[in-house]
């Protein structure tokens, strides 16, 4: 089946670090990959996707590499800033020529990052 | 351009009474789907919508949910007979037709049952 298996936090970083979400998952076929952000009282917000292996997904400062070798999309940001404490979801699509229904969005638990200055 | 409205944004609810949440996608957006997410879990899908049409219904407990998506009119998740398990947020996301992986996200209704 298709599942993602998320780096649990909370995560605690100082303005300026560098950050590392890892973030694997379990499809047949060709899953589209996604890194979803929900700020506090917020719905979700798509931050970036990756559709096909070696892709990189950027956005912010944040980038993704869709790693179908590792089965991995992990998401990083060289520099962190206050304003990126959020919530941090990844999240895949199933591809449709397996049989799935398009649409469908499996997460995983979320990551809560906090910067402090 | 307003994006997904959803409400009410926080809903009370005693046991056994009924929760009907609302979900109004973007303007030009025709696929609906609904997600819940517990306390300290990610989202959970429960199902997919066009217009008139259940497209997904495989994340739905069989009892007492139920949702539509009328021709007029924005979609309604249906919760009969709430139980403190219920509690949850519920998010609604819309897409274009063309773009089923492409979803905006409303701001959720927190379902709080007492």
Redesign the interface.
Known sequence: GNSVTQMEGPVTLSEEAFLTINCTYTATGYPSLFWYVQYPGEGLQLLLKATKADDKGSNKGFEATYRKETTSFHLEKGSVQVSDSAVYFCALSASADRGSTLGRLYFGRGTQLTVWP | NAG?M?NPRHLVRRRGQEARLRCSPMKGHS?V?W?RQLP??????MV?LQKENI??E??MPKERFSAEFPKEGPSILRIQQVVRGDSAAY?C?S?SQGA?????????TRLTVT
Do not use: M, T
């Open positions: 997904v959803q696929h789907y997600y300290e879990e990610g989202l959970k899908f997919y497209i997904d495989s994340g998010f996301a897409s089923p992986n492409e979803q905006y996200f409303g701001p959720g």
